[in-house]
């Protein structure tokens, strides 16, 4: 078996493992520079999303109407634009 300089050992990788962790991953700039473009990619900007839900079924079917409307919109914008190229 390990000795007491063994147990020196891990006692000191088990303290320098987790604060060197919290020292690199903890710095602000290291955030900013990984965590925020990630976070922009994986999740949609507020303008996109909707922040106050319909509470009644004919607000809900309001909104239904204008997301088929926005949908409808696109997909013609992108036909037209198809048929401009060819």
Do not use: C
Request: cysteine-free; overall charge positive; aromatic content about 10%.
């Amino acid at each position: 078996m390990g000795g007491p300089n063994l147990e020196v050992f891990k006692f000191s990788l088990y303290l320098f493992v987790p604060i060197a962790a919290l020292v690199h991953f903890g710095d602000p700039q290291w955030y900013r520079d990984h965590v925020i473009p990630y976070r922009n990619r994986l999740f949609p900007p507020l303008e996109r999303t909707v922040q106050s839900l319909p509470t009644n079924q004919s607000a809900v079917r309001e909104e239904l109407e204008r997301i088929k409307a926005e949908r409808l919109a696109k997909r013609a914008a992108r036909l037209s634009e198809e048929e401009n190229k060819h």
